[in-house]
């Protein structure tokens, strides 16, 4: 709990593994006519600004009315009208009550352990997690905030999970499939073994996005999103979101953003509506892109192994066919010769970019040893199957044949 009302605005949020957060009004509307039509009518708009697209407010400051008559949105630190209605929209996309949206999915992380977690508390997590997750992880929290985090030593084993949770563990903490390597993990599984301790359990599900995975319909209390990747899906906006119970979203809001600021701004929510109109579109496409290219790959004779749920041998194959409607944009695949083979072939493409983020519409390329996972001791990458010639390949929404043709170019010369 928080200890001095003076400051906090909202009452702490207080887990009840016996509630679930599930949002029910808007999942009775399919998930294609949510990404169009969740939290904004055009005739419910201000009819001065009437309008069939949700309008852009970009003001920081709402005017009071009256002395005493607050008005809401206040400030642009909490919400504006159009993060509002990106807010309710990201909502009804994950099945959720509530969401607050936050300057990039880093910063969504970092509010919400900020708010839940105090010095001496703990959370569960494994080495399956974004770089930067596992830089707050180990440097931000544990020696700046006093949170210790544990990292599970068997991710596919429910028991090695339920292990790591004791009196002291304020979240449990996965993300499925992982980025870089494409581990699933099992989100049912794992719930039920944190929801018999009392603990909640947070999904980042960046990588398949709510058009692939629904964790809350698999036992999942909060949700963790970065807008930066398939959410937008052109790498025009940086920007992430925290669904979960309203209680939740509004203690991070209230007694985190709004006093460290770090949100999303009008006109980026509002590229965002739009780009999530087509998200389940693009993710089919990615996905069939994904997984044409994963299969050639496979059988390259110059390619040591390929990480991507959607092949046959990926080691939670059964899992991801359960718990994702199909494998998403994003695989790795290892290259002979070690690092230096892996900058060969990534300074071979041409077509192909080599640059940081995923999820975007170009295919774009990534050597995460050096780049994402570099603060990882070399013991932890190899236990999180980081090898050292392993590309990180976003596929993007470009003909495959064409990508193929650059891939086997690069790998043959
Ligand atoms: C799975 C996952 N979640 C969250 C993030 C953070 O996103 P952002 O770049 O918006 O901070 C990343 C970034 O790579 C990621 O891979």
Redesign the pocket.
């Known amino acids: 709990m928080h200890d001095d009302d003076r400051f906090f605005m909202r009452d702490a949020w207080v887990f009840d593994p016996e509630v679930r957060p599930i949002s029910i009004p808007d999942l009775n509307l399919g998930f294609d006519t949510r990404a169009l039509h969740a939290g904004f009518h055009p005739l419910e708009s201000v009819e001065d600004f009437r309008s069939f697209v949700p309008p852009i407010v970009q003001s920081v400051t709402y005017p009071y009315v009256s002395f005493d008559e607050i008005p809401y949105p206040v400030y642009g630190r909490t919400q504006t009208p159009t993060t509002a209605v990106l807010e309710r929209r990201l909502a009804a996309l994950e099945g959720g009550q509530a969401c607050v949206t936050a300057a990039?999915?880093?910063?969504a992380?970092f509010h919400l352990l900020f708010t839940l977690a105090r010095p001496g508390d703990n959370v569960v997590t494994s080495l399956n997690?974004?770089?930067?997750?596992y830089k707050q992880a180990t440097a931000i929290f544990p020696e700046r905030c006093g949170v210790d985090f544990r990292f599970v030593e068997e991710p596919a084993i429910a028991a090695s999970w339920d292990a790591a949770i004791d009196d002291a563990t304020v979240l449990v903490w996965l993300?499925t499939p992982?980025?870089p390597c494409l581990f699933v993990t099992d989100i049912a599984a794992v719930a039920a073994v944190a929801h018999a301790k009392g603990v909640p359990l947070v999904v980042?599900n960046?990588?398949a996005t709510p058009a692939l995975q629904k964790p809350m319909e698999l036992g999942a209390d909060i949700i963790?999103l970065?807008?930066?990747?398939f959410l937008c899906g052109n790498a025009t906006v940086?920007?992430?979101a925290i669904v979960g119970p309203e209680p939740l979203v509004e203690d991070v809001r209230w007694n985190t953003t709004e006093f460290v600021g770090a949100v999303l701004p009008p006109f980026e929510a509002w590229l965002t509506l739009h780009f999530l109109e087509t998200l389940s579109l693009r993710m089919a496409r990615h996905s069939a892109n994904a997984q044409t290219i994963a299969e050639f790959l496979v059988d390259h004779p110059r390619v040591e192994h390929v990480n991507y749920p959607g092949l046959p041998d990926h080691p939670q194959r059964d899992l991801a066919q359960r718990q994702m409607s199909a494998g998403g944009g994003m695989l790795s695949f290892v290259a002979p010769g070690g690092m230096e083979g892996a900058a060969q072939v990534i300074d071979r493409f041409e077509l192909i970019t080599h640059a940081v983020?995923?999820g975007t519409s170009r295919t774009i390329c990534m050597h995460p040893p050096t780049i994402?996972h570099e603060h990882m001791t070399p013991d932890e990458r190899a236990k999180a199957g980081i090898a050292d010639g392993l590309i990180r390949l976003s596929v993007g929404l470009e003909d495959v044949d064409d990508l193929i043709r650059d891939l086997d170019g690069a790998l043959e010369r």
């Open positions: 990039s999915g880093s910063q992380l997690v974004y770089g930067e997750g993300e992982s980025n980042d960046t990588t963790l970065s807008i930066t990747k940086l920007g992430g983020t995923f994402t």
